[in-house]
C-alpha cells in the first residue's frame, strides 16, 4: 500500500458514521451483509448511509454486489490488511 492510498483510507474512516458502518462489515465476516440491514442494525436513513458506503466503496475498503434486487456490501479484507500492515512499517 502506498501512502497515498493509505491515506484515503485513514480520511474514509476518520467519519464515525463510515467507521460504524466499517466494523459492521469486518464482522459480519466475507459474507457481508444487505443495505437494508446495516440500515436496520445503525439506525441510519437510507440516503445517509448510500452516501457512505460510497465514500467507502470509493478508498476500496467496501465492495459492492448486486444479487437480484439486493445490495450485498462487504468489506475488502486485502485492502484493510495492507493498511494494517502499512502503519507500523511506515511510521
Known sequence: MNEE???KCLAELGSP???AVFRL???AGPEGLVVGD???RLKIPASTLSHHLARLTWA???E???Q???LHCSNRHDVMDALL???PAEC
Do not use: H
Request: glycine share 8%; charged share 30%.
Open 68 to 70: 437480484g434486487r439486493k
Open 85 to 87: 500492515a502499512f502503519l
Open 60 to 62: 476500496g475498503l467496501v
Open 17 to 19: 458514521t463510515r467507521l
Open 64 to 66: 459492492q454486489r448486486r
Open 5 to 7: 492510498t493509505a491515506a
Open 38 to 40: 446495516i440500515q436496520k
Open 25 to 27: 462489515l469486518v464482522r
